[in-house]
Structure formats: C-alpha cells, structure tokens
C-alpha cells in the first residue's frame, strides 16, 4: 500500500508541477473535474506519443481504470473541443480535478496564494487508497492524507463509497474538486 501511495504522490505532483507550470504563463484551463485532469492532453502539455507518459493519469490502487484497460489510442479523442462539448472521457484518469469551469471555485490569485487543491484520487468506484486520498496543489506540491486529517470519517464501504467530493462533500476543501 505504501508503494502504491508513493508512486501516486508522484502521479498527481508530476502533473500539479506541469499545471503550475503553465499558470505562470497562462490561465488555469477552465475545465471541471476529470476534464481538468484531462487537459493536460488537450494542450499537448503531455506527449501522448510515449505510452509510458500516461501512465501518470492512473493510480495504482485503482482498480477500475487502467490504461491497458483503455489503451493508448483512446487519448488522441481528448481536444480542447471534445473538452468543451463535454465529451465522457471519465475513463481515462484515475484522478478527481478542480471545478475550474465553476466560478466559485475558480482559481484566482488570492486562491494560488493559499495553495488549493486542484486534483485528488477520484470517488468513482473502490477507494483507491483504504486510509486516505492523494491530493494535489496549485503549488505543484503532492501528498497522502488520511481521512481525519481531511477532517472527514472514512467512507463506510471502501469497495462502494459514496460520493465525497464536489457537491456531495462534507468538508469544504473537497468541495472544489469533482470527478465529473
């Protein structure tokens, strides 16, 4: 388990350091959810080409979404437009991203100062992480946190959950955050 949190840490700080990256030069992607995760590709901030790159949009405690189950090809979809229209790409990450197209949780300036979360292990299928959730922050910093330091009881049937984020959550931080 603890591998498995390590190598998602690094999953999920991979990509907030190419979302932070970026925010220097441009506007956070005004995406929700796995979109947001997602536009990493639309953007071509990720080379699609090498297999091994997407490998990143995967936990590897979950295990509903893999990229063999995908396969590679499935990532030429994702665009800016198929983006836009809402296209289902839910399948094609593991990870839970802002509400970035959602004004009240838009990251602003004031917002990048108090370092907000902007991707976590999403609540779509088992937990993928029993004690916990893997967040990411607007800083490109990346960490494990177990329930209570969310300050939130850990879902009853890590096999079932119910939802914990966006509108379903219970505690604010994971508000911003959805896996739609």
Known sequence: EKAK??????????????????????H?????????VLSLVALKLVDIRNRDNLAIFFSPGDEVYT????????????????????QDFH?????????????????TSDRMKMVVPI???????????????VMGFTDGSAKFLEWEDLEMEAP???NNPEPFLGDDATVERLM???SE
């Open 119 to 133: 991707i976590c292990d999403d609540d779509d299928g088992a937990l993928h992480h029993p004690d916990g959730l």
């Open 156 to 158: 009853v049937d890590a």
């Open 67 to 86: 990229l063999d189950m995908v396969g590679a090809e499935r990532f030429g979809d994702v665009t800016k437009q198929a983006l836009q229209s809402g």
């Open 28 to 36: 956070w992607p005004r995406y929700d959810g796995k979109n947001f």
């Open 176 to 178: 911003a955050l959805s």
């Open 91 to 107: 399948e094609l990450t593991s990870y839970a991203g802002r509400r970035n197209g959602d004004r009240d949780y838009l990251i």
């Open 5 to 26: 949190q390590t190598e998602s840490i690094n999953n999920v700080r991979n990509m907030a350091i190419i979302f932070s990256e970026r925010s220097i030069k441009r």
